[in-house]
């Protein structure tokens, strides 16, 4: 009877958690979709699911009109060199947080977090001024900065949970061995902490990737992104929808397949620490 | 001799690397329409004969460009030599000096084709400061079969009450056919857009001449009492969500029976690749209620003052508003393609007139909208369809919100107008009016 009960209720979530997956999946499906229709077909009414004239005209269309590869490089470029440059900040700030604390190192995590609740839009005209004046409008070199600084509160939060999983007595015997401060980071905790630090370096890389306002704002077309390459195909007077979504599924198939390939990190870094 | 040669040859390659990086790169903000991408793909024509000078594309979605491009011309950030901007935006950006004046556009430009509404809204002191790439006013597409089964003939302008008669006629709910669909999304260019010229046209003003806000006359009540009452009746389910493309996809489908909006829409509702109901369109003049309905829409390229490339930039922008790049759009494309509403030349194009059934309402149209006088009062500002002030975008928008609530049932007409009011009224002295 118990075995009876336990089989129903794992057949009662498989199908729960898969019906959850899919209506999470689902917009993205529906872009999918959505992307190999004609424009008449994307706002059929009732829509057409599965059943219409398949098409790939809009990916054709995208890549005959914009530069894909140049934007994907950019993408590439600022979202990975913002979150390796925030690692190299964050690492050491983590380290000081989680096995020197001062009085107030709790305040200052909070304080770190705080600066993510202001609104972008506050500091667009002097960001934009500074920029402008350091001759950074449109540049990779200022957009990934910027990104570095926008994420490095989560980098520095989520190391620093990581690190306080790591039993402190193992750095203070490196130490007795002689370890130099440099070599303790490098050589003792860096490897331990490998995998969250990788789950931290993939989490911020899909934030970077995905950031649309400050690369939108602050980049023009040398150091624009995907992001910017997604924004040019929606219009307020005319049908879009398919060539948008062929656009979108360009745009988030590098980051989707990376994603796919790194879920149990992904998973693995996000649910560390939350179970002791 | 041989180091004489050396040296030649050496000048020679360096000149050969010099001149790709002394060729001129203009960056063109655009907006993403038809028109707009169509010329993108045919500039091989400037390219070939201005070799020193090449393009660079960004196209933005309408607001993400408003505010890009505000943002760049304000603080002078000057990533843009060329701007696609509306005709609401031109005379008050070019009193605050951020456009350069388009003189010595060439020889054969032929600024005085410009159609006469379309240039006045965009001169300063009698100075053009931007030229239109395409123009537009609002016109009614509606079904003509759909009409015919109603019993009724389309006049060439009908009144407000023969469109509400239609409309009740023309709905057949059970079929999922709405006898008129219109402007219902909040935004100083969606809902508002409609609603300031629809009000203009019943006599209701948005400021009189002292700028006090005017949502609390008889005429405003009117003319959103009547929009609510016929878009509850014979508009379609969820109308307090629909914009343009909404509309646009509406009509395409077969379910609205009239859509008023802007004439740029005929193009769309007239293919037979896009519209199921391209064979049985039918066009006319915006309503008529104490006035004409009117609108004015009008997109141009502009060069900003804080350009490096001043004379490059009104080089490419001649190029692509002149009759010649129309005739090759037409030579490549067809007539039906040419960027409508702009030059008077066009419209005496027999061919046009036969390819473009939409051209004689899109002309008179335009030709009677009058930027200055827009309703059958005297007002401080000009526009149409919009208030030619920097504050009308955050105005617009706040009381189109109320205006789409209404609609949706959240709130009623008189609620709405009152609110409306207190709004106008609050940012108005914020803004320190009257100037």
Request: aromatic letters at 12%.
């Amino acid at each position: 009877m118990a075995r009876r009960v336990s089989e129903t209720r794992r057949w009662t979530f498989t199908i729960l958690a898969w019906l959850v997956a899919l209506a999470i999946f689902f917009p993205i499906l529906w872009t999918i979709l959505t992307s190999f229709k004609s424009e008449a077909d994307a706002i059929a009414s009732p829509p057409k699911f599965l059943f219409f004239d398949w098409t790939t005209e809009n990916y054709a269309e995208v890549q005959s009109r914009s530069p894909y590869f140049r934007h994907f490089m950019n993408s590439v470029i600022i979202s990975v060199g913002s979150t390796l440059l925030g690692l190299l900040i964050a690492i050491p700030a983590a380290w000081s947080m989680a096995f020197q604390p001062a009085k107030r190192t709790k305040d200052l995590l909070m304080w770190m977090l705080s600066t993510k609740m202001m609104p972008a839009a506050g500091v667009l005209i002097p960001m934009y001024l500074m920029f402008r004046s350091f001759g950074l409008l449109d540049t990779r070199i200022g957009i990934t900065v910027v990104l570095m600084l926008i994420n490095l509160p989560i980098i520095t939060w989520m190391l620093y949970t990581y690190f306080r999983e790591i039993p402190g007595e193992i750095l203070e015997a490196a130490r007795m061995d002689g370890a130099s401060l440099s070599k303790e980071i490098i050589h003792v905790l860096t490897p331990m902490a490998v995998p969250g630090i990788a789950s931290t370096l993939l989490l911020n890389v899909i934030l970077a990737w995905n950031e649309a306002f400050w690369t939108l704002n602050l980049t023009t077309s040398k150091a624009a992104p995907l992001t910017t390459f997604i924004a040019s195909y929606s219009s307020p007077e005319g049908l879009f929808y398919a060539k948008l979504s062929a656009a979108s599924t360009m745009a988030i198939a590098p980051i989707l397949i990376l994603g796919w390939f790194s879920q149990k990190q992904l998973v693995r870094g996000l649910t560390f620490g939350a179970v002791k | 001799m041989s180091m004489m040669l050396r040296g030649l040859m050496g000048a020679c390659a360096m000149t050969a690397l010099a001149v790709p990086a002394m060729a001129e790169t203009l960056t063109i903000a655009t907006v993403n329409n038809g028109d707009m991408i169509r010329m993108q793909k045919m500039t091989k024509p400037f390219t070939d004969a201005n070799p020193d000078i090449q393009l660079e594309w960004v196209t933005l979605e309408e607001n993400v460009l408003r505010q890009r491009v505000t943002t760049d011309i304000a603080t002078k950030g000057g990533q843009y030599d060329i701007v696609t901007v509306g005709n609401y935006e031109v005379p008050i950006w070019a009193k605050q000096g951020w456009l350069t004046p388009l003189e010595d556009m060439g020889a054969d430009y032929d600024a005085d084709d410009i159609l006469p509404p379309i240039r006045e809204g965009l001169s300063l002191d009698g100075k053009l400061y931007a030229a239109p790439f395409y123009g537009e006013s609002a016109m009614i597409m509606y079904r003509k079969d759909l009409m015919e089964k109603a019993g009724l003939t389309m006049p060439e302008r009908p009144t407000w009450d023969f469109v509400y008669d239609a409309a009740r006629k023309m709905t057949d709910k059970s079929a999922e056919v709405y006898g008129i669909c219109l402007r219902g999304k909040a935004g100083w260019g969606e809902n508002m857009a409609f609603l300031t010229s629809m009000a203009a046209s019943y006599g209701a003003p948005w400021f009189d001449m002292e700028w006090k806000p005017q949502f609390s006359g008889e005429a405003w009540k009117k003319a959103l009492t009547d929009y609510v009452a016929i878009m509850t009746e014979a508009g379609p389910p969820g109308a307090s969500s629909n914009g343009f493309n909404e509309n646009l996809a509406l009509f395409q489908t077969g379910k609205c029976g009239m859509w008023i909006d802007a004439t740029v829409a005929a193009s769309f509702v007239s293919n037979p690749k896009e519209s199921t109901v391209a064979d049985k369109v039918g066009y006319a003049l915006a309503p008529e209620g104490e006035k004409p309905q009117m609108w004015l829409w009008a997109w141009t390229l502009a060069v900003p003052s804080s350009t490096d490339a001043p004379d490059a930039a009104k080089k490419f922008v001649a190029w692509a508003t002149s009759k010649a790049y129309t005739e090759q759009v037409a030579a490549a494309e067809g007539w039906a393609n040419v960027p409508p509403g702009t030059r008077t030349s066009l419209y005496e194009n027999a061919e046009y007139q036969k390819a473009a059934p939409f051209a004689k309402p899109t002309l008179d149209s335009i030709m009677s909208a009058d930027l200055k006088n827009p309703t059958t009062v005297e007002v401080p500002y000009i526009g149409t369809q919009w208030v030619g002030i920097p504050e009308f975008q955050a105005l617009g928008t706040a009381v189109g919100q109320q205006f789409s609530a209404a609609l949706a049932g959240q709130a009623s007409v008189d609620q709405a107008l009152q609110m409306a009011q207190q709004i106008a009224e609050r940012e108005m002295a914020k803004a320190g009016y009257p100037k």
